[in-house]
Structures are given as C-alpha cells and as structure tokens.
C-alpha cells in the first residue's frame, strides 16, 4: 500500500529555515505528482507547493513564492520542501500529497491527491 511520511518538522523563530521531506513507498514515483499542503489552527487545509511526475515541474502557492522550493528525487522516492524566511503565518501542520491522475491546471486542489501523510508540525514562534 502507499505509504508518505514526513519528516523535519519542529519549532523555529522568525527569520529561520527548515526543510521538510517526504518519503514515499509503494507506488511507482515517478509517475506521481507530489504536492505539500498546509493547515493551520482554525483554518482549512491549503495548497503549498507541487512538483509534476512527469516534467518535475514545480509551481507554489502565492503566500510562499519567494520563499518555499520544492523538488523531488526520483531515485529516493522522496520529496523535499525547502522553507526559508519562515514567518509566523507559516504555523501549521504540513502534509505531503501524491496523485498519478491530477492534471496540471487542478494541481493545487486537494480532492486530487488520493494519497496523504500524517503531517509534521511547524512551528514559527519567537
């Protein structure tokens, strides 16, 4: 069965990095399409960051731009979110998502993603 855990979450201040990865199994990768998703206290589960299967291209949320990278290695079944400038604001819970039928212009929208992790926590606070 498939399996996405994540992993580098913790607590960090204003200002700082983190990079969080998500390790896949039993699917083929490399025709997945992998996204992050975020959800803060209160607030609906939101879109982050994807990388496409097949291009690996990637395309993030506005509120990160800038900010958060993501990429994929193929060989490692893994995909990473890089976060730097970490804001208060960037507080949530933060899950790894996998699709191998998502068309590009849906790819922000969660009801695609068959496929979840548990979710790290990340916690922006001075």
């Known amino acids: 069965q498939v399996q996405l855990v994540e992993s580098g979450g913790g607590l960090v201040q204003p200002g700082d990095s983190l990079r969080l990865s998500c390790a896949a199994s039993?699917?083929?990768?490399?025709?997945?399409?992998m996204a992050w998703f975020r959800q803060a206290p209160g607030k609906e589960r939101e879109f982050v960051a994807v990388?496409?299967?097949?291009?690996?291209?990637?395309f993030v949320a506005d509120s990160v731009k800038g900010r958060f990278a993501i990429c994929r290695d193929n060989g490692k079944n893994t995909v990473i979110l890089r976060m730097n400038s970490l804001k208060r604001e960037d507080t949530a819970v933060y899950y790894c998502a996998a699709s191998a039928t998502v068309i590009v212009s849906q790819r922000g929208f969660q009801s695609w993603y068959g496929h979840w992790g548990q979710g790290t926590q990340v916690t922006v606070s001075s």
């Open positions: 039993g699917l083929t990768f490399n025709r997945y399409t």
């Open positions: 990388t496409s299967q097949r291009t690996g291209s990637t």
